[in-house]
């Protein structure tokens, strides 16, 4: 199973981008639960600091793909440092507002510039595009990558709660900082794999040229996941609790995240004969398929078994996902047309943490599990509906 994996390390550079994008990451999982712990361990006001998150989330789905198209016409490492600096001005800010009680209003200013932070996924896999032949050894590095995403979900939420509780309530942001910072400077200083640009002079065939039907399939399905991703989290810590249980909280969800790791690994070695577009319209299917078997959970080793098996059908999803964008897209858009698609990840995930609460408030966690169910299905209804414009797509370069 490694050996393809082993294979891509030996290409010249993989080792440094690949290690810089991860560190780069990992604020993507610790921002808002910083943020949260902040704000509630100083004002104990939960429901502003659940605001002050949400803006931060909505600024990172705004400024991503404006961020990824300005590297698609300029250069990653020329137009990371701004970026950069924005996003350490937002943290220090927002840090400083909240510990000295400064107006409101500051802090969700500050959020707004905290949101700045480039996604690294989008463009450590734009590296890998740029470093590869057309072919399955890019479907390999996706799937690696995905599993990336996975360690960087199960690393920075306990990392994070750890520093903001263990040792002081700004802890968690500082090192979210310090690691978004330490390794988007890396990035932006490994300049031999950094993908061409299209260049300042030349005209950007503009947004509805990039946002074609195709891109739009993907990154809709891609909401309805995030959806699935958000409200799942907060409704299994609500029924642990609820039981009485809730250490299983965290035991369940890292077992959600293994799943999904062990699917990714062998989706990536696999040597597949089937074409990308349809791989990816069954994995949606099943997705949504894995995620309506909430619905019968009635305990907490029932709940264990189920997200093990709906977890072995993410990584699928978000590997055919990202590497049918290259297919659907103008040609010098990659970096901004996998942002799209993380940004309808981030959004998904907004809506379907924001949109838990109040269920579980008003009928019980046990049938709050009902928005993931739904929010699974629509992932699949979804990517049938607009497989016309999927089907056929990607097959020249990424099938095998």
Do not use: K, N
Not at 151 to 166: E, H, K, R
Not at 296 to 301: E, G, H, I, K, M
Not at 309 to 327: M, Q
């Amino acid at each position: 199973m490694f050996g393809p994996y082993a294979a891509l390390f030996r290409v010249e550079g993989s080792r440094q981008f690949s290690s810089a994008g991860f560190v780069a990451r990992l604020p993507i999982s610790m921002m808002g639960i910083g943020t949260v712990l902040l704000i509630s361990q100083t004002t104990g006001r939960y429901a502003l600091a659940g605001a002050v998150a949400g803006v931060i989330a909505l600024s990172a789905a705004v400024f991503g793909p404006l961020s990824a198209r300005l590297m698609d016409r300029f250069g990653q490492a020329r137009i990371l440092r701004p970026f950069l600096l924005a996003f350490v001005v937002g943290v220090i800010g927002l840090i400083l507002a909240v510990r000295t009680g400064a107006p409101v209003w500051t802090w969700f200013l500050a959020a707004v510039f905290s949101g700045g932070l480039p996604q690294f996924g989008s463009l450590v896999r734009a590296r890998w595009v740029a470093v590869l032949p057309a072919g399955s050894a890019r479907q390999t590095a996706f799937a690696f990558e995905s599993v990336v995403d996975e360690l960087v979900f199960v690393a920075g939420p306990p990392l994070v709660t750890f520093l903001a509780i263990g040792v002081s309530p700004a802890a968690g942001l500082v090192a979210a900082m310090a690691f978004g910072l330490t390794g988007g400077l890396v990035l932006a200083a490994l300049r031999r794999t950094e993908p061409m640009v299209t260049g300042g002079g030349s005209e950007h065939p503009g947004f509805r040229a990039v946002m074609r039907p195709g891109l739009l399939v993907v990154s809709l399905t891609m909401l309805g996941a995030g959806a699935v991703f958000g409200s799942v989290e907060v409704t299994v810590i609500a029924y642990a609790e609820e039981l009485a249980h809730p250490a299983w909280a965290g035991a369940i969800l890292a077992v959600y995240a293994g799943g999904s790791l062990i699917a990714g690994l062998a989706y990536g070695a696999r040597r597949w004969r089937r074409e990308l577009a349809p791989r990816f319209l069954l994995a949606a299917v099943l997705f949504g398929v894995a995620a309506t078997m909430l619905l019968a959970v009635d305990s907490l080793p029932m709940l264990a078994m189920v997200m093990f098996v709906s977890g072995l059908t993410i990584s699928p999803v978000l590997i055919g996902g990202t590497a049918l964008i290259e297919s659907l897209i103008p040609s010098g858009t990659l970096t901004e047309g996998l942002a799209w698609v993380s940004t309808g990840l981030i959004l998904g995930v907004t809506v379907g943490a924001a949109l838990s609460g109040p269920i579980i408030d008003s009928f019980g966690a046990q049938r709050a599990f009902v928005l993931p169910a739904m929010a699974g299905l629509s992932t699949g209804v979804i990517a049938l509906a607009g497989s016309r414009w999927l089907v056929g797509r990607g097959s020249a370069m990424l099938a095998r």
